[in-house]
């Protein structure tokens, strides 16, 4: 089977840094993904790992372990847009194919 | 690329009817996932298409949910006959790389 946890809510106040974990279980891997979510909206993609470390993109970063079957979602420089739900995502490769299966989110909430 | 289109946005029909969702995903992807969201259940995957093939139909809720690819252009999700439990958004996404999914703004589905 495949499961994904996160946890379910987060709170911090503009211009901060917040890391969202996400930790998972599944017959096969293939990678971590992270998507953003604003309400009403579709997710959107952030960054993806498919090796272990970290990788950076603008205020953003993700952060995989694969031996601890573990990845963050780092956000630095807080910003009222970035209330939204975070989901990590993993790239599971089955007998059938490769699908994405996604955590249950977290909501961020940023505080001015 | 307009990005992967979903018809309708809005949907809202009586318990009993029949409603089909539509989907066109972004030229040239040959992943094709439909999920479904809802706060209790978060992002559910139901089936997913390989080349217009359905690899994996096991989230499939029920007999009453069908899905189909007639070409490497168009997708549906039928629901008949459809349940008030049947409410939630439902996205179409696609990919090329396995990376990244780009998802649909979704149809948000009310059965009354």
């Known amino acids: 089977g495949q499961s994904l946890e996160q946890p379910s809510e987060v709170t911090a106040v503009e211009g901060a840094i917040v890391q969202i974990n996400c930790t998972y279980q599944t017959s096969g891997f293939y990678g971590l993904s992270w998507y953003q979510q604003h309400d009403g909206g579709a997710p959107t993609f952030l960054s993806y790992n498919g090796l272990d470390g970290l990788e950076e993109t603008g205020r953003f970063s993700s952060f995989l372990s694969r031996s601890d079957s573990y990845g963050y979602l780092l956000l630095q420089e807080l910003q009222m847009k970035d209330s939204a739900s975070y989901f990590c995502?993993?790239?599971?490769?089955?007998?059938?194919?490769?699908?994405?299966?996604f955590g249950p989110g977290t909501r961020l909430s940023v505080l001015p | 690329d307009a990005g992967v289109i979903q018809s309708p946005r809005h949907e809202v029909t009586e318990m009993g009817q029949e409603v089909t969702l539509r989907c066109k995903p972004i030229s040239g992807h040959d992943y094709l996932f439909w999920y479904r969201q809802t706060m209790m259940r978060g992002l559910e995957l139901l089936i997913y298409f390989n080349n217009n093939v359905p690899i994996d139909d096991s989230g499939m809720p029920e007999d009453r949910f069908s899905a189909k690819m007639p070409n490497a252009s168009f997708s549906t999700l039928k629901i008949q006959p459809s349940e008030p439990r049947d409410s939630a958004v439902y996205f179409c996404?696609?990919?090329?790389?396995?990376?990244?999914?780009?998802f649909g703004q979704g149809t948000r589905l009310t059965v009354v």
């Open positions: 996404a696609s990919t090329i790389d396995g990376l990244v999914a780009f």
């Open positions: 995502a993993v790239r599971d490769e089955d007998n059938y194919g490769q699908n994405f299966v």
